[in-house]
């Protein structure tokens, strides 16, 4: 008799356990049916952040949490703006910059590691995604020597990060010399990976970022963006 009281609470608590699993999934669907097609129209409308399936994060990989859509998309404003004003900042200053030197002079090619401090940003996504520091390989081409060394010509430039969180990747760069070719200033352009919920749907994302930082031959590999 026992076993047969058993039997049926087990059975009955196995009804309840799916009845409310059916119940439950429609109420999240009609969720996602409401909040991706915002979320997919806000990416789409942006140059800074594209949605890829989640399953492509990799391990480790950050998620923060938006309690609606609207915050989400907030957050994406601020971020283009914060950008717009590094910009604004990086071409006043790029004025005053020398151009490359033409020269005849004999050429000789090199590699510098250096370790650059990532600038923090208090936009939650970026802060997010951004890792403390990156390594950069700078592959250069330089003229003369000691006090005298110039730079001639870029010729390659290669980041990655070993820093939480460690999902940095480069899609290309930019540079420019000055000081007369002693100094060079790189942008590094690339994008981070993360997890986003937003309400209680979980979505994945890659979010655009720039590294900007200057480097002079002969001074310090440590350096910090601008």
């Known amino acids: 008799m026992k076993k047969l009281i058993l039997s049926l609470f087990l059975s009955l608590f196995a009804v309840s356990a799916i009845g409310s699993t059916v119940f439950a999934s429609p109420e999240v669907n009609e969720a996602s049916k409401e909040i991706l097609p915002k979320i997919e129209s806000i990416s789409n409308n942006s140059d800074y952040i594209d949605l890829i ?10 998620v923060i949490n938006f309690d609606t859509v609207e915050d989400f998309e907030q957050a994406i404003k601020e971020l283009e703006n914060e950008d717009t004003e590094l ?3 990086e071409d006043t200053e790029s ?9 005849t002079m004999a050429t000789s090619s090199t590699t510098d590691r250096l370790e650059v401090w990532v600038k923090p940003s208090l936009n939650p996504i970026k802060s997010a995604t951004q890792p403390v520091t990156v390594t950069v390989d700078l592959s250069y081409r330089y003229n003369g020597s000691g006090s005298s060394k110039t730079f001639s010509s870029i010729t390659g430039v290669s980041s990655f990060s070993l820093a939480f969180p460690t999902t940095w990747v480069q ?5 420019f010399f000055y000081n007369f070719n002693k100094g060079v200033t790189i942008e590094l352009l690339g994008y981070n990976r993360l997890g986003i919920v937003i309400g209680e749907q979980p979505i994945g994302a890659q979010v655009k970022d720039e590294i900007t930082f200057s480097y002079a031959l002969g001074g310090s590999k440590t350096l910090f963006e601008k």
């Open 87 to 89: 910009n604004l900042y």
């Open 171 to 175: 899609t290309g760069y930019s540079s």
């Open 53 to 62: 399936d989640i399953n492509e994060l990799p391990e480790g990989a950050p």
């Open 95 to 103: 004025s005053s910059l020398s151009t490359p030197l033409i020269t």
